[in-house]
């Protein structure tokens, strides 16, 4: 069975001071390896609304279209 869209998981843990990086300019999309390997580049923004005191932590699902375009991007635990 086919899907019209991808499902990407990714573990993440990245401490705060490395995601300041996040609000230098100096970046705009974050290259992710997701738990099955697969190489995937996304735009800094849809890692900044999980960034919270701690950092970046947690296991996150991305859903894209057949395009690749971004349909969502949402932490599943911490």
Known sequence: MTFPYNIYFFSLNISYLECQVFYTGQLQH????SEDGCRVQIPIINLRKHLDSRGLKGRFRLLTNTQNKIISFERLSY
């Not at 974050?30 to 390896?33: D, E, R, V």
């Open 30 to 33: 974050a290259l992710l390896i």
